[in-house]
């Protein structure tokens, strides 16, 4: 499992996943765009938790393996195209379902 973290918030999900959420937050970033991003919570009683990502915004991803992910292109397009919407990303598995987070550290 890897970990997004994001002032003071500490969420983990499988390298897979976070490679994804990566390659799209880093996108985003590059071009100075502010986004939502969300996920399902598997740990605290479960619910939804969102943060506000913009370009001056300090995020750590780690890794657990030191293999880089193989990068699935209609992945990454759907990841982006939430992204710009009004709702923002909902992390997903590659089929577009919801994908819980495991948070280590609490929310908030």
């Known amino acids: 499992m890897g970990t997004l973290k994001y002032d003071g918030t500490t969420v983990e999900f499988p390298d897979l996943v976070l490679a994804h959420v990566e390659v799209v937050v880093i996108q985003k970033l590059r071009r100075q765009e502010a986004f939502f991003l969300s996920w399902h919570e598997s740990a605290a009683g479960g619910g939804r938790t969102g943060i506000w990502v913009h370009p001056h915004a300090l995020l750590t991803?780690?890794?657990?393996?030191?293999?880089?992910?193989?990068?699935?292109?209609?992945?990454?397009?759907?990841l982006a195209v939430a992204a710009s919407s009004a709702p923002g990303m909902f992390v997903t598995d590659a089929e577009g379902r919801p994908l819980p987070s495991s948070d280590d550290e609490g929310v908030g």
């Open 61 to 78: 991803f780690h890794y657990t393996s030191n293999a880089p992910a193989q990068i699935d292109r209609a992945w990454i397009e759907r």
